[in-house]
């Protein structure tokens, strides 16, 4: 407390009722004394399932099939607070067997898990991403989480790792699915070695979900719905809802949050053209031809289902040109069930 010249940070533990919290404490000194930003880590949602992180039905199937592979590298993506620890986390739980070893690297660890080996960074003893993943393929693990590729030295390593029969997790800050392939060769990995590896990106942000007790179905207005770019086949399943504001969401409309997801599943197709080098735009083209549901279609999805609203998806996911494709996909789902 006394240090008030440089950055300091730290973690204080209290409980709040019969509820423990972890507090993960920032201060930075500022022109008009400190700036201090307080994280709130509260043990129970690491207890999520993958079942309650609001992936889409498909997504879902796909996602846990994925984690079942023997080996390759799952990359989850977002900028912080997007809720990636948490996926990454539920998927743990999912995977965590007595005849399974799991270690984690981690700058810090922010929650433990009962059964998985979590290993934290130490930087100012030499202790990185890079050396605890080298001690740990001589442990023998099934699979390991690498906190952030955040270097050249990490990827490659992570990449080794996925080569050798492990399966890896890892998180990397990229603004949507496809952009993860050339932000991982930006930091000096080879395009054939992603190719080879990377068997899925997952990108997500966290949108606020309607409050349940003052929820209400509403009609929104013909000009949102026409910018929305929604296909009339969804707009005909659509229950548009929101919230009236009550004491249980203080007054907001909204109570939790929800993840919507892209999820990128690498195919020959997109080998080929990570292989080659090509734009983020060609494989984002490919991607949603095969497929995926970007992070506005599966947002609008949500909206039409009632669970979050319009301003919260563009709050947090921008419309681009292949909007249409990736809601004409979804749209043909819905009409299937």
């Given at each position: 407390?006394?240090?008030k ?15 423990q ?5 920032s ?9 201090c ?6 043990k129970?949602?690491?207890k ?6 609001g ?11 994925l ?11 977002g ?14 739980n999912?995977?965590n ?12 660890v922010?929650?433990?898990l009962?059964?998985i ?21 001589r ?18 390593m ?5 080569l ?9 800050h ?20 992603v190719?080879?590896s990377?068997?899925?990106?997952l ?10 007790r ?7 207005p013909?000009?949102v719905?026409e ?14 809802c ?14 939790g949050?929800?993840g ?5 599943l690498?195919n ?13 735009k ?7 031809r ?8 599966d ?12 301003d ?5 996911a ?15 789902e819905?009409?299937?069930l």
């Amino acid at each position: 407390i006394s240090e008030k010249r440089r950055p300091t940070d730290g973690r204080i533990k209290i409980t709040v009722g019969d509820k423990q919290l972890d507090l993960r404490v920032s201060i930075i000194p500022t022109n008009h004394g400190q700036s201090c930003v307080m994280r709130l880590l509260d043990k129970d949602n690491i207890k999520v399932g993958t079942r309650q992180l609001g992936l889409s039905e498909r997504d879902f199937r796909n996602f846990n099939s994925l984690i079942r592979r023997p080996n390759g590298i799952v990359l989850v993506t977002g900028p912080t607070g997007s809720g990636k620890t948490t996926t990454l986390y539920a998927s743990l739980n999912a995977l965590n067997r007595p005849d399974r070893k799991i270690i984690t690297a981690e700058d810090p660890v922010e929650y433990y898990l009962p059964g998985i080996n979590q290993v934290e960074v130490k930087h100012n003893i030499g202790l990185d991403f890079a050396r605890i993943i080298r001690a740990m393929l001589r442990q023998a693990p099934n699979i390991i989480l690498v906190g952030e590729m955040r270097d050249h030295e990490t990827a490659s390593m992570g990449i080794q790792a996925s080569l050798t029969g492990h399966l890896v997790f890892s998180t990397l800050h990229t603004n949507d699915a496809p952009s993860a392939i050339s932000r991982m060769v930006d930091i000096g990995v080879p395009s054939y070695m992603v190719a080879s590896s990377v068997i899925a990106v997952l990108a997500q942000r966290l949108v606020r979900t309607i409050c349940p007790r003052c929820k209400v179905r509403y009609q929104p207005p013909q000009s949102v719905i026409e910018d929305s770019e929604i296909p009339p086949e969804m707009l005909a399943q659509a229950e548009f809802c929101k919230g009236k504001g009550c004491t249980y969401c203080g007054r907001s409309g909204y109570r939790g949050r929800i993840g919507i997801y892209e999820l990128m599943l690498i195919n020959n197709k997109l080998r080929e053209l990570m292989f080659k080098g090509t734009t983020t735009k060609t494989i984002r083209e490919e991607a949603i031809r095969n497929g995926m549901s970007t992070l506005y279609a599966d947002g609008m999805l949500k909206v039409i289902r009632g669970i979050t609203t319009f301003d919260e998806v563009y709050r947090v996911a921008k419309k681009t040109e292949q909007e249409a494709l990736a809601l004409s996909h979804i749209a043909k789902e819905l009409s299937s069930l």
